[in-house]
T-cell receptor
Framework: GESVGLHLPTLSVQEGDNSIINCAYS??????FIWYKQESGKGPQFIID?????DKRQGQRVTVLLNKTVKHLSLQIAATQPGDSAVYFCAAAPTGGFKTIFGAGTRLFVKA | NAGVTQTPKFQVLKTGQSMTLQCAQDMNHEYMSWYRQDPGMGLRLIHYSVGAGITDQGEVPNGYNVSRSTTEDFPLRLLSAAPSQTSVYFC???????????????FGPGTRLTVL
């Protein structure tokens, strides 16, 4: 079955720097990839997504890169702010979007 | 819109007790799902539903039952609680694009369950 893993459980960055959070997935049939942000005591919140027919997608201060050859995706946060401190999850789903599989999460610490 | 709501926020059960975790959404989403989150781990899918009357198992369905009688509600039942079911439970919903592909999920605030 699918497995989704993150490369680092924690990441510490200086306020104003760019953050990069990496993720790997195992199933070539995964078709849809999502990044979620979870703040303490809350449910995950959608940040950005990308489908397998794309290799890059940009949002406000965030960019997701998808490399299907090595089954890797990354989340880039520009000009990281204290409010970005949270746990970030990548998730992968097969065609149709059912049975989304989540990675374990990377906790991002932002130093002032 | 209230989005996805879950009740209760906290619950303590004794081993062997049963209970139902409630989940409701007011966005008319077809897809709903239940996850559990254990410390240091990601979310694991328990059950999901693509519409009223249709449910299916996720990664970790054992010990849990679901039903979907309306679009809005998707309750999760623990028939005989065990300490291994101590976790935080999240309900989520999603909408379908033309062609049936689903998008990002909207999550509720979670229910923190402790089984003694």
């Amino acid at each position: 079955g699918e497995s989704v893993g993150l490369h680092l459980p924690t990441l510490s960055v200086q306020e104003g720097d760019n953050s990069i959070i990496n993720c790997a997935y195992s199933n070539s049939a995964s078709d849809y990839f999502i990044w979620y942000k979870q703040e303490s005591g809350k449910g995950p919140q959608f940040i950005i997504d990308i489908r397998s027919n794309m290799d890059k997608r940009q949002g406000q201060r965030v960019t997701v890169l998808l490399n299907k050859t090595v089954k890797h995706l990354s989340l880039q946060i520009a000009a990281t702010q204290p409010g970005d401190s949270a746990v970030y999850f990548c998730a992968a789903a097969p065609t149709g979007g059912f049975k989304t599989i989540f990675g374990a999460g990377t906790r991002l610490f932002v130093k002032a | 819109n209230a989005g996805v709501t879950q009740t209760p926020k906290f619950q303590v059960l004794k081993t062997g007790q049963s209970m139902t975790l409630q989940c409701a959404q007011d966005m008319n989403h077809e897809y709903m799902s239940w996850y559990r989150q254990d410390p240091g781990m990601g979310l694991r899918l328990i059950h999901y539903s693509v519409g009223a009357g249709i449910t299916d198992q996720g990664e970790v369905p054992n010990g849990y039952n679901v039903s979907r009688s309306t679009t809005e509600d998707f309750p999760l039942r623990l028939l005989s609680a065990a300490p291994s079911q101590t976790s935080v439970y999240f309900c989520a919903s999603s909408y379908a694009l033309p062609g049936g592909t689903y998008n990002e999920q909207f999550f509720g605030p979670g229910t923190r369950l402790t089984v003694l």
